[in-house]
């Protein structure tokens, strides 16, 4: 495959973006998952017992959203939702054993992705990029987790 044209550092750098999120979603994709429903699994599996609306702020949807997402984990078993103290009204979501195998192994694959990407630099080189791309960075708002 022809590099495209970059004319810009930053160009470069969304490029770069773009090589390690599609390798997330080509990961996600062999699991027969959509993007959304691979977020929401991960946040599960970090985050056991949310509730939907606690899951609809952090994956930036509407609560009818999640809940279909839900439904459809749920039709597969990788997750549950579990009534809370009795309440029938007040439900917890949980993945299950299988939606966390499923999931397991995402950020040993995200490492591979940037070893691959970064695999042309030597570790001085590394050291350097790093440097420079702190440096840039330092005076930018971090991005929000939510």
């Known amino acids: 495959m022809d590099a495209p044209k970059l004319t810009s550092t930053l160009d470069l750098v969304r490029w770069i973006g773009w090589a390690q999120r599609k390798a997330g979603e080509d990961w996600i ?36 959203s999640v809940s279909s997402l839900l439904q459809g984990l749920e039709r597969r078993g ?13 439900k917890r979501v949980h993945a299950t054993e299988a ?13 591979a992705a ?9 570790q001085g080189e590394r050291a350097t990029l790093h440097a420079l791309l702190t440096k840039i960075t330092a005076g930018l708002p971090e991005p929000s987790r939510s």
């Open 78 to 90: 990788l997750v549950e939702r579990r009534t809370q103290d009795g309440d029938e009204r007040s």
């Open 99 to 111: 939606g966390t195998e499923l999931i397991s192994g995402f950020e040993g694959a995200m490492a």
């Open 114 to 122: 940037d070893e691959t990407i970064l695999a042309p630099l030597d």
């Open 29 to 64: 994709r062999e699991r027969e998952l959509s993007h959304a429903q691979g977020f929401v699994l991960g946040y599960l599996v970090q985050n056991p017992g949310s509730i939907q609306r606690d899951i609809a702020e952090v994956s930036r949807t509407s609560a009818a």
